[in-house]
């Protein structure tokens, strides 16, 4: 028995915070497939099912540490895609009699269309082939993965718990309550007295399938067994406490194939007899989800399957009051996140503390901040807070080289410069490729005249690189995230296979801020360079979030392009303290060339951002601290740029004199303006004193 | 021992040889090449048995050539090593100079395998050199010798590149592509994968499976999530320390999830992952 501490310990883990990130990369190293995860409140009781990139799973569990359950559920899942479940195909049904009656009447109807068709009530059949399905999953899923099954042994304890009392079921609800636990429990034997008979049938067809063997097509076929043996009774009243009966072992004697159906396709409709109804409703098993309704979308399926089981399960759509909803369309589900999130910037509106901040926790950096009205720092004024996004963003890696592949090709060649693979050669080297014969002779002079030997007698090739280190630095502010209406619109995020008829929208700014440093960063790791890419934004002084999308050791990944595709436009420009981190990041670097590429929509601004002064002096305020903070970076040898895609940029760029600034007048031509720019840097840089006095020097450059 | 596997090639465990487990043609295709001495091309990704393929190889052509030996010389190329550390230099002596040959050279003139592992890697100038001994004149100058040395009958050149982590300026050019004939090593199956597990790690069965699987769920994250999912040598890794007593949650976490990545999340989706395989418990 389980001890209260231990019970206390156990609701702890049940509601302990779980990120779902890990699980979305857990689910697509089991299926292949990435979805996202979303949570639902456990009073939600109208969540919706799961999409072919959505799974839908409780914010908290019952019964099962929520993070054991999480890795279940999907693992269930992922077996649905690895199984065959969405690859039914009719003519791989073993019994000829059955496979003969289903020939596809549409052209475009998937095979399963065509097989639910052929029942009177498609929900019923749903859920009895659900139900068997899931059976058959959780048979093997111990077996495949085994460090799972003591959590599947506590899932379904659990579950097997919290089901309803089959004696207020109508006789055909406790039938298919009976189904749905042995689904989760081949030893239940005891039984209501009145279903006792079709118990006993729906048992022996579990016994006839080898859950172990059998493929989704054997599970149809006993979903029409079963079927036919549900159908008959009644879905009226309920059955009280009619008694228990005790089913006899397996009667292996019994032939399965007198539970066929007489006649297939099912052409008897289901009785409508007074308040009879057509649908069974049974709270379903909670770690399983609803394979009918867009779960994946599995490689060999395709879509219709889905949008079938989708509409057939809308076609007896009940509301929770019981009324039958017979055309109702299909729910629109719930709304997506939306393109950014406005956190409750009011809460920090009057956050006017005097005085210099303090550092909170690791990854937190305090800088100082220019006060041009008191003509002195303010110490210790600004507190910036470095994260590493998880990524969770929507676009892939594969899909933004797929969809840009021409602007990509554009960009390669763009960059195809000579690189500088230069060599220089060093002289008197300790080993190298050649004797250096000057210092040869010398060293056998010395030999032969007794004055010691020498061993630095090679000329050796030395590779010089291109030393040089770029920080892309992007404004993600919440500006950013308007539309620019006369820009080409951009496509979901989703791959077309999943999305169809994407929706076609003008692009933010920040999209395209994102998407052109995305493709420079993939031209430029395509050439062997090194760029990194962080993004800023703020909530007053008190928190400046800098985020690393991308490091310079780090190479170009699906995690930085996911990292990327998940930023957000959020809050404010308090540009001063950003690039005083970043000068930070880059002074640690040992590169000859350190360059701040700063890509801006819009002048510096933040809720505490010298508005003590007033708001116009504001203004001046931000701008002037941003200009000292990049005269700071040019004084520790750090070059700035700042590009800037405000039209009404000239009104203030004048005053950022400490770097170069440029406006972009069309933002569409930022990926070439950037590589543009990245190139001129490059130029110089290899015609930089360092070269040129290495060539005048004993090292040649060749 | 000689076995035939499910796809008609070979493997062998035999004492001599070095135990190697045919994914596909693999082997019948070398030998073919090797017989016309026509230079050959490895592909694939890390840990997938290119080098151990080519200790066997030249093993298994030894006892083929009647006991006469077929020497392997492998070179690991890096950034740094130059056509000089292949063809050879001349060493200060003291009353002159000395040459010494290079591996390439050694191997030209002597015969055997000469095998330029990520030879992508290396400097531009080893293609170069290489250039006239994969076609049909088989020769190599060496400028600093004023001399061109014939290639030995039995000489072969095999190169190897890994294409899934070399930006476009560390890719082979396709004037020297089209000199070899390419060979390209994938994952094996998950039963191969065991196959080699037990006999490498000394995995137990079931083990081995266990490992196969995950590898191959893992490897479901290569290039979005993933620089490079677990080799097969990070299996035979992770079944050695399950084979000294380290719990299998531990030794693929240290094998596996702790080497294929730094990223936390990844991380912790690689450790949920092995959850699922070997269970909750890291004791």
């Known amino acids: ?702 | 021992m000689i076995k035939e596997n499910s796809q008609g090639s070979v493997g062998s465990s035999h004492v001599d040889q070095p135990f190697y487990l045919a994914v596909g043609d693999e082997v019948g295709l070398f030998e073919a090449a090797y017989a016309d001495r026509t230079p050959v091309l490895l592909k694939g990704p890390t840990g997938t048995g290119k080098t151990r393929f080519l200790e066997y190889m030249a093993s298994r052509l030894s006892n083929n050539e009647g006991g006469k030996k077929v020497s392997l010389t492998t070179v690991s190329c890096q950034e740094d090593l130059s056509a000089s550390d292949l063809l050879g230099r001349f060493i200060l002596e003291k009353d002159g100079t000395r040459w010494v040959d290079g591996p390439l050279t050694h191997t030209v003139r002597n015969g055997g395998i000469c095998y330029l592992d990520e030879v992508v890697e290396a400097r531009k100038d080893v293609m170069v050199v290489v250039h006239s001994l994969t076609d049909h004149r088989r020769f190599l100058p060496i400028a600093k010798l004023d001399t061109v040395i014939e290639a030995h009958p039995s000489f072969l050149l095999v190169v190897s590149y890994n294409p899934g982590y070399q930006t476009s300026i560390k890719d082979l050019k396709h004037s020297t592509r089209q000199r070899f004939v390419a060979i390209e090593f994938t994952y094996p199956s998950i039963e191969l994968e065991s196959e080699i597990l037990i006999n490498e790690g000394g995995a137990e069965a079931a083990v081995a499976e266990r490992l196969s699987a995950l590898a191959s769920n893992l490897r479901n994250l290569n290039n979005d999530y993933l620089i490079e999912g677990p080799s097969t040598r990070l299996l035979v890794y992770a079944s050695r320390l399950i084979s000294r007593g380290v719990s299998p949650k531990r030794a693929c976490m240290s094998a596996i999830a702790d080497v294929v990545t730094d990223d936390s999340v990844s991380r912790e989706a690689i450790v949920e992952v092995i959850t699922a395989y070997f269970g909750d418990s890291d004791t």
């Not at chain 1, 702890?12 to 292949?32: C, D, K, N, T, W």
């Not at chain 1, 009280?240 to 007489?262: H, N, Q």
């Not at chain 1, 929706?503 to 960063?521: N, V």
């Open chain 1, 1 to 702: 028995m389980m001890t209260n501490a231990a019970n206390i310990v156990n609701r702890e883990r049940i509601g302990e915070e779980v990120q779902v990130r890990p699980f979305e990369l857990y689910f697509r190293a089991l299926s292949g497939r990435d979805v996202t995860i979303e949570q639902y409140a456990p009073e939600d009781r109208t969540h919706y099912p799961d999409t072919p990139t959505t799974i839908r799973l409780p914010r908290t569990t019952a019964g099962i540490p929520k993070r054991s359950f999480y890795r279940l559920a999907l693992a269930h899942r992922s077996l649905h895609v690895q199984l065959g479940t969405y690859d039914f195909k009719i003519d791989r049904i073993a019994n000829p009699l059955l496979r003969n009656t289903l020939t596809p009447s549409e052209e475009d109807a998937s095979d399963l269309e065509v097989f639910f068709a052929g029942f009177s009530d498609i929900a019923l059949a749903k859920l009895i082939f659900e139900t068997l399905e899931d059976a058959r999953i959780d048979a093997r899923l111990p077996l495949i993965y085994p460090g799972l099954r003591g959590q599947l042994q506590s899932a379904i304890t659990s579950e097997l718990l919290s089901r309803p009392d089959w004696n207020e079921l109508p006789p055909r609800g406790a039938l298919v309550e009976f189904a749905l636990r042995r689904s989760m429990d081949p030893s239940i034997n005891q039984v209501p007295q009145a279903i006792a008979e079709a118990a006993k049938n729906t048992s022996t067809i579990y016994d006839s399938l080898n859950l172990l063997e059998a493929s989704v097509e054997d599970i149809a076929a006993a979903c029409v067994q079963i079927y036919s043996v549900v159908t008959p009774l009644p879905n009226l009243g309920v059955l009280g406490e009619s008694g228990t009966k005790v089913l006899d072992a397996f009667d292996s004697a019994k032939s399965i194939d007198s539970l066929w159906p007489s006649q297939w396709p099912d052409e008897s409709r289901v009785r409508l007899e007074g308040d009879d109804v057509l649908l069974i409703s049974l709270p379903g098993i909670s770690y399983r989800g609803s394979i009918g309704s867009f779960l994946v979308k599995a490689p060999s399926a395709s879509g219709p399957d889905h949008q079938a089981l989708y509409h057939m399960r809308s076609m007896s759509e009940v509301e929770e009051g019981g009324e039958i909803l017979t055309t109702k369309s299909t729910p629109s589900g719930p709304p997506e996140p939306l393109p950014h999130e406005h956190h409750d910037v009011s809460r920090h509106l009057h956050s006017h503390e005097e005085g210099s901040l303090r550092p909170m926790g690791s990854k937190t950096f305090l800088y100082p901040e220019w006060d041009k009205y008191q003509g002195q720092y303010r110490r210790n004024w600004c507190r910036v807070v470095q994260i590493s996004p998880p990524g969770g963003g929507a676009l892939e890696r594969s899909v933004l080289q797929i969809r840009y592949a021409k602007e990509l090709r554009r960009l390669r060649r763009a960059m195809d410069i000579p690189l500088p693979q230069a060599f220089v050669v060093e002289r008197r080297a300790p080993d190298g490729p050649d004797i250096d014969y000057d210092a040869a002779v010398d060293a056998l002079i010395d030999f032969r005249t007794g004055a010691g030997t020498n061993d630095f007698v090679y000329q050796d090739l030395r590779r010089t690189r291109r030393d040089i280190s770029v920080l892309l630095l992007i404004d993600v502010s919440a500006s950013t995230a308007e539309r620019v209406e006369d820009a080409e619109p951009i496509e979901s995020a989703l791959p077309p296979d999943i999305s169809p008829s994407p929706k076609l929208r003008p692009p933010r700014i920040l999209d395209i801020e994102m998407i052109s440093s995305l493709l420079c960063t993939s031209a430029l790791d395509a050439v062997g360079d090194v760029f990194s890419v962080w993004t800023f934004s703020g909530t007053g002084r008190e928190r400046v979030v800098l985020s690393e999308i991308k490091g310079f050791n780090e190479p170009m990944s699906g995690i930085v392009v996911s990292r990327a595709s998940a930023i957000k436009p959020i809050h404010a420009t308090r540009l001063g303290a950003a690039v005083r981190h970043c000068g930070m990041v880059l002074s640690k670097l040992q590169s000859q060339s350190k360059v701040l590429l700063i890509l801006t929509d819009g002048r510096p601004f933040d809720i505490d951002y010298g508005t003590s002064y007033g708001e116009a002096e504001s203004q001046s305020y931000a701008l002037a601290d941003s200009d000292k903070a990049l005269w700071e970076l040019s004084t520790a040898g750090i070059e700035s740029y700042v590009l800037t895609v405000d039209p009404s940029g000239e009104e203030y760029v004048s005053e950022l004199a400490s770097a170069q600034v440029e406006i972009l007048e069309d933002i569409s031509s930022l990926p070439e303006k950037l590589l543009k720019l990245y190139k001129n840097l490059l130029d110089r840089d290899n015609k930089s004193p360092i070269h040129r006095q290495a060539a005048k020097g004993f090292k040649t450059t060749i």
